[in-house]
Nanobody
Framework: QVQLQASGGGLVQPGGSLILSCAAS????????TAWFRQAPGKAREFVAA????????YYADSVKGRFTITRDNAENTVYLQMNALKAEDTAVYYC???????????????????WGQGTEVTVSS
């Protein structure tokens, strides 16, 4: 099975940028759909972005579309989340997830992903 290690969180001012990384070991990440979810204090975990395993087609939550980009580096076996124009409402713990069985209808459902990295905290504040 695949193991995921997320990193890259931190404190950033509104309008700033961060890059989150999710490094995989144990399996080749390109054989898995990969996604980022986030959870703010007192709120449910929500979908942020995902990439399907073979096609590489990407999906984004409306709240981050145009600001965030999910990419995958097959050589590094790592998935990234480039976050630009950050807002206070982007503050959350961000989690990466992977699963080989994700299909179009389930790509945004956190319950469909079996493999998770630990969270990395992002705080957007001046």
């Amino acid at each position: 099975q695949v193991q995921l290690q997320a990193s890259g969180g931190g404190l950033v001012q509104p309008g700033g940028s961060l890059i989150l990384s999710c490094a995989a070991s144990g399996r080749t990440l390109r054989n898995y759909a990969t996604a980022w979810f986030r959870q703010a204090p007192g709120k449910a975990r929500e979908f942020v972005a995902a990439m399907r395993r073979s096609s590489g087609v990407t999906y984004y939550a409306d709240s981050v579309k145009g600001r965030f980009t999910i990419t995958r580096d097959n050589a590094e076996n790592t998935v990234y989340l480039q976050m630009n124009a950050l807002k206070a409402e982007d503050t959350a713990v961000y989690y990466c997830a992977a699963d080989p069985r994700i299909i179009i209808s389930t790509v945004r459902s956190h319950s469909e992903y079996d493999y998770w990295g630990q969270g990395t905290e992002v705080t957007v504040s001046s």
